[in-house]
Nanobody, 125 residues
Framework: DVQLVESGGGAVQAGGSLRLSCAVS????????LAWFRQAPGKEREGVAR???????WFADSAKGRFTIAQDKGKNTLHLQMTTLESEDPATYYC???????????????????WGQGTQVTVSS
């Protein structure tokens, strides 16, 4: 079974940076998409960034230019580096995995069969 465990969330001032990590284990899909989603209170879960097995990356408009996603395959860890954090960014951030490429998975929640428990990010002004 795939297990995803997020860490790195916390409180940061507006304009600051934070790096989230997701420890990935049990991932045996021959093709996969690893993604970060977030959900703020009262809002729907939304995609932030995703990465496929070839290293291709996609970003939500809100994340472009501010966030980067990377996989450390040696350590089986997925990172989300967030910079210039803004008032729109506070949320619980989730790591997710889809069996199949990112082109097919897109931002569709049901495409992602494996989810972590989430890590919370708060931004103070």
């Amino acid at each position: 079974d795939v297990q995803l465990v997020e860490s790195g969330g916390g409180a940061v001032q507006a304009g600051g940076s934070l790096r989230l990590s997701c420890a990935v284990s049990g991932l045996t899909y021959t093709s996969y998409c690893l993604a970060w989603f977030r959900q703020a209170p009262g809002k729907e879960r939304e995609g932030v960034a995703r990465l496929d097995i070839m290293g291709g990356t996609w970003f939500a408009d809100s994340a472009k230019g501010r966030f980067t996603i990377a996989q450390d395959k040696g350590k089986n860890t997925l990172h989300l580096q967030m910079t210039t954090l803004e008032s729109e960014d506070p949320a619980t951030y989730y790591c997710a995995a889809a069996n199949g490429g990112c082109g097919r998975a897109g931002w569709t929640l049901r495409s992602y069969v494996d989810w972590g428990q989430g890590t919370q990010v708060t931004v103070s002004s």
